[in-house]
């Protein structure tokens, strides 16, 4: 977690309507151990926002995406496993969507459920989401794939059909969960997985 | 030497000019390494750590305060120590560090590599082998750069002449790629070796890793922290004649 200076938990909420942001950010005013950093408009460049802000919760509406976005929302955006993902729901929302979250607050609650569900993600859910998603993803070990075989950022980016910003990013998230930082290293962990045959690299 | 009354900064201890130098050994078994490379062999009986140094016209504060590094990680040489830093005593020491990589480290690094090799399939084997080849290669150019450009310099430098147009400013952090290639073998051995019951002998690569990891940060630590600022002390020296 990044946590702020003063050891809270930092907040970035997605959210259109002003009515709404106005009221997230007038309840969250007063609750302690949480701290609003930003208030974006929509998704779009979502993973520069979130190096920018270093949020460690994310809450936003999950309707407020494409219904190609909502259904992996995490991996689609590629984000980092310390980031919690908190829905903002106003309207019904599919089960199967909401399993994605690491908790759900709705338009209703009041402050002091606002309070608990956001500061207990820390304590159960957070933790146990963290853990899953330290192995490496089925996308990750293509992207990993590709640069053993010697191919540039670009041709990473043009082949799966990625931004070469993308492509920087799950190189980050490669190295971060493997701990492996050179391309020969990463050559030795596609062959240990069989992920490329010994011919690949000949 | 003035004898420090103080045997401890920050609860570690600190080696001086009068403890026995057998003590030394039992305090910390990494200073027999030290001993070893600056040419004080064991059998010194009771004498202490001035007398034995005299003995083998070693610097007793050169000594002193590699052990002192060793053993305490905050502690840094002082300006006056970088000073009267004997320069040729500290090379000679890196030297000897060098060989002891070249020649003992690495090929019992290797020995234990290959034979972990040896317990995976074919492929895996010839995998790990290659990148340690790799890695070794990496290794030995830069030892053999700082054996053949910078040492060589400095020395010239003691001559008081400066022919080539080397700068110990020249001397950056080269130990970069290094270091990474050896973390990623490490998580590789640690990770992804599959489990084939090697166990006790990928344990004692590891040990070894670790090992050399650790001795290779204190070698540069020594180099950064002693020699260069000592060196531009003797740049800065040279040119203002």
Known sequence: MHLDKTGDKRVLLIEPSLMVSKGFATLMEDINGLKLVGNLLNVNRLQEHCITYRPDVLVFNPLIMSFQHRTFIRSFFNLPPEIALVALVYSFVDEWILAQFDAVITINDDQTQLSNKLNNINSVKFKTAQQENEELSERENEILTSIVKGLTNKEIAEKHFISIHTVISHRKNIIRKTGIKSVSGLTVYALLNNLISYEDIE | ?241
Do not use: W
């Open chain 2, 1 to 241: 030497m003035v004898t420090t009354s103080k045997y401890t900064i920050n609860h570690y201890p600190v080696f001086f000019a009068q403890m026995k130098m057998a003590d030394l050994i039992h305090a910390n078994s990494k200073n027999l390494e030290v001993l070893k490379r600056l040419g004080i062999p064991l059998g010194f009986g009771e004498k202490t750590v001035e007398e034995v140094c005299q003995k083998y016209s070693v610097d007793e504060d050169l000594l002193l305060l590699i052990c002192n590094m060793l053993i305490n990680n905050d502690l840094l040489p002082e300006q006056e120590q970088i000073e009267r830093c004997p320069i040729l005593q500290v090379l000679h020491f890196l030297t000897q560090s060098h060989q002891y990589y070249l020649q003992v480290a690495l090929p019992n690094i290797h020995k234990l590599l290959d034979a972990l090799a040896n317990t995976c399939s074919e492929t895996h084997g010839k995998a790990l082998n290659r990148f340690f080849d790799e890695y070794r290669h990496e290794v030995e150019k830069h030892l053999a750069h700082e054996d053949q450009v910078v040492y060589p310099y400095i020395k010239q430098l003691l001559s008081q002449s400066r022919k080539s147009k080397f700068s110990i400013q020249q001397f950056k952090d080269k130990h970069a790629n290094i270091e990474i290639k050896l973390t990623d073998l490490k998580n590789i051995i640690i990770k992804y070796i599959p489990d084939n019951n090697s166990d006790r002998l990928r344990d004692e690569l590891l040990v070894q890793l670790f090992n050399f990891e650790d001795d290779l940060n204190r070698h540069t630590l020594i180099e950064e922290k002693l020699l260069v600022p000592t060196v531009l002390l003797l740049e800065n020296s040279l040119s203002s004649i």
